[in-house]
């Protein structure tokens, strides 16, 4: 099974920051992969798919790099919506897997 | 689009659940459908998959064999049903959509959930 692991756990950061958030998977995943943000209370919602593929309906301030073992997800300039946890996940082998989050809190 | 999840409540260990996710906006029998738990305060963890003839499916190690997922296309309807319940199953449990017609990979939208706890 691949695991996938997320870092930092979590990150303070204020409104305009450039936020960055790391994804790597125990193996590779070629552009596999995709984010999620998901705020308290709610359920996850994609932003990143195809690991750059921007979700219709996402800000462009968002983006996705990445492949193989080791990718990234990009806030340019972070909103006051933003602040919320991001999880990364792997579609390349079953079982499908998430990384452990990233919670994006107000510094 | 729009996924309503119903079904969760309070079982004993050992005890059986059945969920359901009504789905509705979209031509469902054109798109595989997902299971996804989250235990309350702790991340996603995905559980099992069906693609749109309900002919594939796929499970997370810790469910198989316990947890049954099942579609009725003329219901525009997806269910989990759920045996031999542990404690580490309680868990909100989210139906997901495909993002694309026949496609098996990346979960949007998802229901707002249904939250499953086991206990004595």
């Known amino acids: 099974d691949i695991q996938m692991t997320q870092s930092p756990s979590s990150v303070s950061a204020s409104v305009g920051d450039r936020v960055t958030i790391t994804c790597r998977a125990s193996q590779g995943i070629s552009t596999w992969l995709a984010w999620y943000q998901q705020k308290p209370g709610k359920a996850p919602n994609l932003l990143i798919y195809g690991a750059s593929s921007l979700q219709s309906g996402v800000p462009s301030r968002f983006s996705g790099s990445g492949s193989g073992t080791d990718f990234t997800l990009t806030i340019s300039s972070l909103q006051p919506e933003d602040f919320a946890t991001y999880y990364c996940q792997q579609a390349n082998s079953f079982p499908f897997s998430f990384g452990p989050g990233t919670k994006v809190d107000i510094k | 689009v729009q996924l309503v999840e119903s079904g969760g409540g309070v079982v004993q260990p050992g005890g059986s659940l059945r969920l359901s996710c009504a789905a509705s906006g979209f031509k469902f029998d054109d798109y595989a459908m997902h299971w996804v738990r989250q235990a309350p305060g702790k991340g996603l963890e995905w559980v099992s998959l069906?693609?749109?003839?309900?002919?594939?499916?796929y499970y997370a190690d810790s469910v198989k064999g316990r947890f049954t997922i099942s579609r009725d296309n003329s219901k525009n309807s997806l269910y989990l049903q759920m045996n031999s319940l542990r404690i580490e199953d309680i868990a909100f449990y989210y139906c997901?959509?495909?993002?694309?017609?026949?496609?098996?990979?990346?979960?949007?939208?998802w229901g707002r959930g249904t939250l499953v706890t086991v206990s004595s």
């Open positions: 997901a959509k495909s993002l694309a017609p026949r496609r098996l990979d990346w979960f949007d939208p």
């Open positions: 069906i693609n749109g003839d309900g002919g594939t499916t």
